[in-house]
Structures are given as structure tokens and as C-alpha cells.
């Protein structure tokens, strides 16, 4: 009969034994297993450095990935700026030329008028004084002429 095994003491299931063994013969310095060992430890190595030179090159890689992000970034700043700076520009320039014609309305409206409300009573005053039709007609087109070119002085100002 077996012993059986003692417990809380090494050794796999081998029977109770005082000597901590991991069941397995102690390696024999040289020879084939130690060549393998030694093969399996270089292969190790080697996976290691792979890997290590892997992250290496992942980390570089973000590095330059960021560098160009930041790039394209400062780039699309400086052109939103420029964009922007040019609105406002062409802003600025829509309103002072906005302004510049109202004003020119305004002070062709206000000459247009004081030239009829002028040529109105130069007419009422021929009426009053017994002009003939002939006159009358003479003088409106007169008149008519006189408007037409100030309204086209103005066109000439504007442009």
C-alpha cells in the first residue's frame, strides 16, 4: 500500500515526502535539453527585442502622427484667420459703399425734388402771367431735358 500523502507539504502527489521536488529530474548541465533551453531562451530574447523595437516604432509613429495633426491644425488656424479678417474686409467695404449710395439717393432724391417743386412753380407762374400753349409746351420740355441731365450727372457720380 501507498503511503498517502502528507498535507500542506511539496511533491505532486507522490507520496509524503519532507524534500520540496517538482517531480521532474534536475537538469543536467549540457547536453540536448540544455541546448534547447538555451535555443528557447534566445528565441525568448528575440521576441522580446521584435517587440520592444515594435513599440518603438508604434510610439514614433503617434509622435509623428501628432506633430502633424497639430501642423494641419495651426495651418487651418492661420487660414480660418485669414478668411475671417477677409469677410469683415469685404464687410466693412459693403457698408461704406452702402452708406456712400444712400447718401447719394438721399441727396439726389432731395435735388430732384427741389428741381420740380422749382420747375412746378416756374410753370404755375407762366400760367398766371396768360403763356400761350406753345410756350408752356417749350418750356416743359425744357425742363424735361434739364431733369434728364441731372439725373444722369448723378448715374455719372455713382459709377
Do not use: H
Given at each position: 500500500?501507498?503511503?498517502?500523502?502528507?498535507?500542506?507539504?511539496?511533491?505532486?502527489?507522490?507520496?509524503?515526502?519532507?524534500?520540496?521536488?517538482?517531480?521532474?529530474?534536475?537538469?543536467?548541465?549540457?547536453?540536448?535539453?540544455?541546448?534547447?533551453?538555451?535555443?528557447?531562451?534566445?528565441?525568448?530574447?528575440?521576441?522580446e527585442?521584435?517587440?520592444?523595437?515594435l513599440?518603438?516604432?508604434?510610439?514614433?509613429?503617434?509622435?509623428?502622427?501628432?506633430?502633424?495633426?497639430?501642423?494641419?491644425?495651426?495651418?487651418?488656424?492661420?487660414?480660418?484667420?485669414?478668411?475671417?479678417?477677409?469677410?469683415?474686409?469685404?464687410?466693412?467695404?459693403?457698408?461704406?459703399?452702402?452708406?456712400?449710395?444712400?447718401?447719394?439717393?438721399?441727396?439726389?432724391?432731395?435735388?430732384?425734388?427741389?428741381?420740380?417743386?422749382?420747375?412746378?412753380?416756374?410753370?404755375?407762374?407762366?400760367?398766371?402771367?396768360?403763356?400761350?400753349?406753345?410756350?408752356?409746351?417749350?418750356?416743359?420740355?425744357?425742363?424735361?431735358?434739364?431733369?434728364?441731365?441731372?439725373?444722369?450727372?448723378?448715374?455719372?457720380?455713382?459709377?
Open positions: 500500500m501507498r503511503p498517502k500523502p502528507t498535507p500542506g507539504k511539496p511533491g505532486q502527489g507522490k507520496g509524503g515526502t519532507t524534500r520540496p521536488t517538482s517531480g521532474k529530474p534536475a537538469p543536467v548541465k549540457g547536453g540536448a535539453a540544455a541546448q534547447r533551453r538555451q535555443e528557447a531562451a534566445a528565441k525568448k530574447k528575440e521576441r527585442a521584435k517587440k520592444a523595437a513599440a518603438k516604432e508604434r510610439e514614433a509613429k503617434k509622435a509623428a502622427r501628432q506633430k502633424k495633426r497639430a501642423d494641419n491644425q495651426a495651418a487651418n488656424t492661420a487660414k480660418k484667420d485669414e478668411r475671417k479678417a477677409a469677410r469683415a474686409k469685404k464687410k466693412s467695404e459693403n457698408t461704406a459703399a452702402r452708406e456712400k449710395k444712400q447718401e447719394n439717393n438721399k441727396a439726389r432724391k432731395s435735388t430732384m425734388q427741389n428741381l420740380r417743386a422749382e420747375q412746378q412753380s416756374k410753370r404755375k407762374a407762366a400760367r398766371k402771367s396768360g403763356a400761350t400753349p406753345a410756350e408752356m409746351k417749350k418750356m416743359r420740355t425744357e425742363q424735361q431735358a434739364t431733369r434728364k441731365s441731372t439725373r444722369q450727372s448723378f448715374r455719372k457720380k455713382a459709377s
